[in-house]
T-cell receptor, first 109, second 114 residues
Framework: GQNIDQPTEMTATEGAIVQINCTYQ??????LFWYQQHAGEAPTFLSY??LDGLEEKGRFSSFLSRSKGYSYLLLKELQMKDSASYLC??????????WGAGTKLIIKP | TAGITQAPTSQILAAGRSMTLRCTQD?????MYWYRQDLGLGLRLIHY???????GKGEVPDGYSVSRANTDDFPLTLASAVPSQTSVYFC?????????????FGPGTRLTVL
């Protein structure tokens, strides 16, 4: 079956760095997405990885290892507005997105 | 640009009643999707449409139907609502079905079935 695992909840301090992990087992792989979702709002796109390695975009970076079925999202210089859920999703062989349950990130002052 | 709009924003519905959730996009995207999001679960695909005139079943299609008469609109119908259909429903779209483009989401419809 298809499975995507990520921690349910994480807590971090304003100004610090946090890494949110995602492991996956899917039928085929056409890339991995990270989305941010604030409470009561729609998911919004953060990053896309299809090749191994690190993609950096401002304070956010995303890493992929296809051989390990593993990705992480790295958030630096955390701000209170980063409090949200972070969703990991894999594009399978049919180009359909398979979603993890999301990681709720709580930022404390 | 409006992007994707959904209506209504929220609704309370009596069990056994029917309802249509509306979704409209103005980006001329070919592919459209309906998801439900429940606490503790990931987004689950209900139905999808790769292009106007075609639809397909997702992971949890039972109790729902869709149509895609044109590029812009993708309504989701609950023929006879049940309490387990209480959820937040998101419509999404992306330019092409067979490409690795990001999906763009509407603001969601919060549905409560009593």
């Amino acid at each position: 079956g298809q499975n995507i695992d990520q921690p349910t909840e994480m807590t971090a301090t304003e100004g610090a760095i946090v890494q949110i992990n995602c492991t996956y087992q899917t039928s085929g792989f056409n890339g991995l997405f990270w989305y941010q979702q604030h409470a009561g709002e729609a998911p919004t796109f953060l990053s896309y990885n299809v090749l191994d390695g690190l993609e950096e975009k401002g304070r956010f970076s995303s890493f992929l290892s296809r051989s390990k079925g593993y990705s992480y999202l790295l958030l630096k210089e955390l701000q209170m507005k980063d409090s949200a859920s972070y969703l990991c999703a894999v594009l399978d062989s049919n180009y359909q997105l398979i979603w993890g349950a999301g990681t709720k990130l709580i930022i404390k002052p | 640009t409006a992007g994707i709009t959904q209506a209504p924003t929220s609704q309370i519905l009596a069990a056994g009643r029917s309802m249509t959730l509306r979704c409209t996009q103005d980006m001329r995207h070919n592919a459209m999707y309906w998801y439900r999001q429940d606490l503790g679960l990931g987004l689950r695909l209900i139905h999808y449409s790769n292009t106007a005139g075609t639809t397909g079943k997702g992971e949890v299609p039972d109790g729902y139907s869709v149509s895609r008469a044109n590029t812009d609109d993708f309504p989701l119908t609950l023929a006879s609502a049940v309490p387990s259909q209480t959820s937040v429903y998101f419509c999404a779209s992306r330019p092409l079905a067979g490409e690795a483009d990001t999906q763009y989401f509407g603001p969601g419809t919060r549905l409560t079935v009593l």
